[in-house]
């Protein structure tokens, strides 16, 4: 990013500090609460309608880098998951602003600021008291705070010849090529250590893949867990095997499959199709 750019998007932002600065007092709101006020770490991304501040709380040393995009419009999605994989947040908050407003003078865009600023106090504060209410869950598998990977997707499917082929010429193929890393969930039997390595992936995934084909019970069980902590699935089950499954009620991508070469060729592009749908707001180009 260019000096001046550089200068104009600081001077930007401690106008804004000091609106919200205003704000926490003026509300008696707890110090710590709205999270810009904490030692942050940021990155300022500029696009040609955009700027992104994004920044999470560090309590060693501090960084602050820019980013300028003068050609591209980059998403909100977008900008969050650079902070998250490019940059190495594990829990970044965002604030955004237009981008003309930084040929602004500090006393024309004060108006806007004050806007933007209550915005992110308000949602601050709600963030603090929705994690008060919070139920508090304890897993048997383990904890469940674990970081999502927009590009990890657990397949849960039989573990037979069928389920083999299955995901060999249809599932791992398409997830690939969808830009996704393919994670199988293998038989744990009595192993503890393996349950939970089911758990963690499924926490960390993206979405889940499972073939209801047979019901069988360990993919039946993986698929509930996955529901459990919010999944997108798609869930497959060969032509005419499908069991009853609230498909309008449980919100699932569902796929009727063939077997044989031809029906594997026909699942990969059905899939390719509905992978697109769910993952183009986190894939898909600016």
């Given at each position: 990013m260019p000096t001046d750019l550089i200068d104009k998007v600081d001077g930007l932002f401690d106008q804004f500090m000091g609106i919200v600065d205003n704000l926490v007092e003026e509300r008696k709101i707890q110090r710590g609460v709205v999270r810009s006020q904490n030692p942050s770490s940021i990155v300022a991304v500029l696009d040609k309608a955009t700027l992104y501040i994004l920044a999470q709380h560090h309590a060693g040393a501090l960084s602050t880098m820019y980013t300028y995009h003068p050609d591209k419009q980059i998403s909100e999605r977008t900008a969050l998951s650079s902070a998250r994989w490019e940059f190495g947040y594990e829990d970044p908050f965002m604030i955004v602003f237009p981008a003309v407003i930084l040929d602004e003078s500090e006393r024309g865009r004060r108006d806007i600021l004050r806007v933007i600023a209550l915005a992110h106090v308000e949602s601050e504060v709600q963030r603090a008291l929705n994690l008060m209410s919070l139920m508090q869950i304890r897993p048997l598998f383990g904890h469940a705070s674990y970081i999502v990977d927009d590009r990890l997707a657990s397949v849960l499917v039989p573990l037979t010849d069928e389920g083999d082929d299955l995901y060999d010429e249809a599932v791992k193929p398409a997830l690939e090529r969808a830009g996704l890393i393919s994670r199988r969930a293998l038989e744990f039997g009595e192993d503890e250590d393996k349950l939970k390595a089911i758990w963690r992936d499924l926490c960390r995934s993206r979405m889940v893949v499972a073939d209801l084909t047979g019901t069988d019970p360990l993919v039946m069980y993986e698929l509930g867990i996955a529901h459990a902590v919010g999944k997108e699935s798609l869930v497959l089950c060969?032509?005419?095997?499908?069991?009853?499954?609230?498909?309008?009620?449980?919100?699932?991508?569902?796929?009727?499959?063939?077997?044989?070469?031809?029906?594997?060729?026909?699942?990969?592009?059905?899939m390719a199709e509905i992978l697109h749908q769910i993952m183009n707001p986190v894939m898909g180009s600016d």
């Open positions: 060969k032509r005419g095997q499908c069991p009853k499954f609230p498909s309008q009620l449980i919100l699932a991508n569902f796929l009727e499959y063939d077997e044989g070469e031809e029906g594997m060729v026909e699942l990969r592009a059905e």
